[in-house]
């Protein structure tokens, strides 16, 4: 018999998350529940309920910077799963605010709101729902960075730039670290998609979404217990710290 996992997927509602979703889909065995901060918007998202998903489409409401929000999802996924674990956590929700700021220019607010979102957002979900987690075949958490939050990758004519944003994802990983190191039963992981060709990376990213996701599916899939607290790319490469 096909192993099936459940995948817990934030920021579904567009981008990598949505092209996540519709990904593993493909897949039967896959139960997918999508978490946006408004599923009466997310039209895509309920299209693929009616339409595509057989029964294996889940969508709940959770917004990453409330800890209401993340605990009245943890209860409504509870009921959703019956007992399941979840197999795959995956902490894509993250914005970018500041554009290209640099640290003497930057609006400290700005970095404050894109802390908020990408790393105690991040923190949130993941304490909300370990639990579940730790319940799954897989036990696996991966936290969707970028090489902006890795200083040994953070090089060339960008580096010094998007500093809102860098900072917060190297808060990330080193959150991602620090998880992998409190619950060595869990595989806990940083990624970058790389630069996507979605309304964050605008239209002249390097890859389509549909290729970055697929990379990220695939290196995901492989992950084995000693891949625990890297930060890999799409491809499933180490990125520099």
Not at 56 to 71: N, P
Request: charged residues 15%.
């Amino acid at each position: 018999m096909t192993q099936e996992y459940v995948w817990l997927i934030t920021g579904a509602n567009r981008g990598i998350g949505l092209e996540m979703v519709k990904q593993l889909l493909q897949t039967p065995s896959n139960t997918v529940i999508a978490a946006c901060r408004s599923p009466t918007k997310a039209t895509e998202l309920q299209e693929l309920v009616e339409h595509v998903s057989g029964g294996k489409l889940h969508v709940v409401a959770l917004d990453v910077t409330s800890k209401e929000s993340v605990h009245q999802a943890a209860e409504d996924v509870a009921r959703i799963l019956g007992g399941r674990g979840i197999d795959y956590l995956v902490n894509n929700a993250g914005i970018l605010p500041g554009g290209l700021d640099t640290a003497f220019t930057m609006d400290v607010e700005v970095m404050q709101e894109a802390f908020a979102t990408n790393v105690a957002g991040t923190a949130y979900v993941t304490q909300a729902f370990i639990g579940a987690v730790e319940k799954s075949a897989k036990k696996t958490v991966v936290n969707v960075s970028s090489t902006f939050g890795g200083i040994g990758a953070d090089q060339g004519v960008r580096a010094g730039v998007a500093a809102s944003y860098a900072i917060s994802k190297a808060g990330l990983n080193m959150l991602t670290y620090k998880e992998a190191k409190e619950k060595p039963d869990i595989v806990a992981i940083a990624i970058c998609p790389g630069w996507v060709q979605t309304d964050m990376g605008g239209e002249n990213a390097m890859y389509p979404v549909s290729v970055s996701v697929s990379g990220v599916v695939k290196t995901v899939l492989a992950l084995q217990p000693s891949d625990s607290g890297k930060f890999l790319n799409f491809e499933g490469e180490i990125i520099p710290w």
